[in-house]
């Protein structure tokens, strides 16, 4: 299976700031099969990008994506109190549509 | 607008099945696959299976395969998991979610205990 790793585990910045996550795939996955989620405590998770790239209808123009291949990244350009969450990436390139095991951001 | 409204929360005994059900609304139910996910107390998303609604074709994570079945009904746009031979390791909340259009459902919670 493609086993998706996520970096950092958590990460501590204060509002304002840029956030860059990180996601490295196993095997290479096709830009258009690598999403991300996001989900804050108690809720179900929220799907923000797919295609790598392209954000889902409603969510705001901070959140960006970008990668191929084995390495993406999730960039939030200035961070806003409600960012503060997990952030899953996801690849749907070949079963099993394996996560990664999240990164946590946490306010500083 | 897209939602997946799915059925309440079960308490189950150690062996025994259960089965959620998940109905979507606001978008052509056939078209699209339906994914199930779960997610243990405290630890990340697990991808358990999908489904075609429209053709009823169905995939498993290996490790689900033979004890998690995944129908439809396209009279009420519902799919529904179900799963046997449950364990205290399966309690978990269980979500169905769409990528196109992207929705999840708000979640089941599963507990299996004796």
């Known amino acids: 299976e493609n086993v998706l790793t996520q970096s950092p585990g958590t990460l501590s910045l204060s509002p304002g700031e840029r956030a860059t996550l990180s996601c490295r795939a196993s095997q290479s996955v096709t830009s258009s099969y690598l999403v991300w989620h996001q989900q804050k405590p108690g809720q179900a998770p929220r799907l923000l990008i797919y295609?790598?790239?392209s954000r889902a209808t409603g969510i705001p123009d901070r959140f960006s994506g970008s990668g191929s291949g084995t390495d993406f990244t999730l960039t939030i350009s200035r961070l806003e109190p409600e960012d503060f969450a997990v952030y899953y990436c996801?690849?749907?390139?070949?079963?099993?549509?394996?996560f990664g095991q999240g990164t946590k951001l946490e306010i500083k | 607008q897209v939602q997946l409204v799915q059925s309440g929360a079960e308490v189950k005994k150690p062996g025994a099945s259960v089965k959620v059900s998940c109905k979507a609304s606001?978008?052509?139910?056939?078209?699209?696959?339906m994914h199930w996910v779960r997610q243990a107390p405290g630890q990340g998303l697990e991808w358990m299976g999908k489904i075609n609604p429209s053709v009823n074709t169905t995939s498993y994570a290996q490790k689900f395969q033979g004890r998690v079945t995944l129908t439809r009904d396209t009279s009420t746009s519902t799919v529904s998991m179900e799963m046997s031979s449950l364990r205290s390791e399966d309690t978990a909340v269980y979500y169905c979610a769409t990528v196109i259009p992207p929705a999840w459902g708000q979640g089941t919670l599963v507990t299996v205990s004796s």
């Open positions: 996801q690849q749907f390139g070949s079963p099993p549509y394996t």
């Open positions: 295609g790598a790239s």
């Open positions: 606001g978008y052509t139910f056939i078209n699209y696959y």
